[in-house]
Protein backbone atom coordinates (compact mmCIF):
# COMPACT_ATOMS: atom_id res chain seq x y z
CA UNK A 1 0.00 0.00 0.00
CA UNK A 2 1.67 3.66 -0.89
CA UNK A 3 2.24 5.86 1.55
CA UNK A 4 0.60 9.12 1.97
CA UNK A 5 2.66 11.93 2.40
CA UNK A 6 -0.40 14.21 4.00
CA UNK A 7 -4.01 13.17 5.33
CA UNK A 8 -6.06 15.70 6.03
CA UNK A 9 -7.82 15.04 9.23
CA UNK A 10 -9.83 18.72 9.73
CA UNK A 11 -13.18 17.15 8.78
CA UNK A 12 -12.93 14.07 11.96
CA UNK A 13 -14.58 15.74 14.80
CA UNK A 14 -12.29 16.18 18.04
CA UNK A 15 -13.38 13.63 20.66
CA UNK A 16 -14.12 14.53 24.37
CA UNK A 17 -14.46 12.96 27.63
CA UNK A 18 -18.27 12.72 26.54
CA UNK A 19 -17.33 10.71 23.41
CA UNK A 20 -15.05 8.30 25.75
CA UNK A 21 -17.63 7.96 28.74
CA UNK A 22 -19.32 4.88 26.90
CA UNK A 23 -16.05 3.48 25.02
CA UNK A 24 -15.80 0.01 25.21
CA UNK A 25 -12.29 -2.13 24.32
CA UNK A 26 -13.26 -5.47 22.60
CA UNK A 27 -10.05 -7.23 22.36
CA UNK A 28 -9.69 -9.60 19.77
CA UNK A 29 -10.25 -13.16 19.57
CA UNK A 30 -7.41 -15.71 20.46
CA UNK A 31 -6.25 -17.10 17.49
CA UNK A 32 -5.48 -21.39 17.48
CA UNK A 33 -2.32 -22.55 16.02
CA UNK A 34 -3.14 -25.42 13.46
CA UNK A 35 -1.02 -27.01 10.67
CA UNK A 36 -2.26 -26.31 7.60
CA UNK A 37 -0.79 -28.00 4.13
CA UNK A 38 -0.95 -25.61 1.72
CA UNK A 39 0.32 -25.72 -2.44
CA UNK A 40 3.50 -24.75 -2.86
CA UNK A 41 2.45 -21.77 -5.45
CA UNK A 42 -0.25 -20.60 -3.03
CA UNK A 43 2.58 -20.20 0.08
CA UNK A 44 4.98 -18.79 -2.15
CA UNK A 45 2.63 -16.45 -3.40
CA UNK A 46 1.39 -15.14 -0.06
CA UNK A 47 5.37 -14.95 1.23
CA UNK A 48 5.99 -12.89 -1.60
CA UNK A 49 3.43 -10.08 -0.67
CA UNK A 50 6.11 -9.61 2.57
CA UNK A 51 5.39 -9.92 6.31
CA UNK A 52 2.01 -10.58 7.50
CA UNK A 53 1.21 -13.05 4.69
CA UNK A 54 -0.03 -15.28 7.63
CA UNK A 55 -2.26 -12.70 9.03
CA UNK A 56 -3.43 -11.91 5.54
CA UNK A 57 -4.42 -15.65 4.83
CA UNK A 58 -6.10 -15.54 7.93
CA UNK A 59 -8.36 -12.65 6.62
CA UNK A 60 -9.21 -14.05 3.27
CA UNK A 61 -10.49 -17.21 4.77
CA UNK A 62 -12.36 -15.74 7.20
CA UNK A 63 -13.82 -13.43 4.58
CA UNK A 64 -14.65 -16.82 2.63
CA UNK A 65 -16.29 -17.84 5.96
CA UNK A 66 -18.84 -14.55 6.71
CA UNK A 67 -19.75 -15.08 3.24
CA UNK A 68 -20.39 -18.48 2.85
CA UNK A 69 -22.37 -18.45 6.57
CA UNK A 70 -23.79 -21.91 8.25
CA UNK A 71 -25.83 -21.88 11.21
CA UNK A 72 -23.16 -20.79 13.37
CA UNK A 73 -21.70 -16.91 13.52
CA UNK A 74 -17.89 -16.04 13.79
Do not use: S
Not at 17 to 29: R, T
Request: a neutral charge.
Amino acid sequence: MPKRKHIDYTDIPKTDEIFWENAEVHLPKRKQQVTLRLDTEVLEWFQEEGPGYQTKINAILKTYVKAHPHTQHL
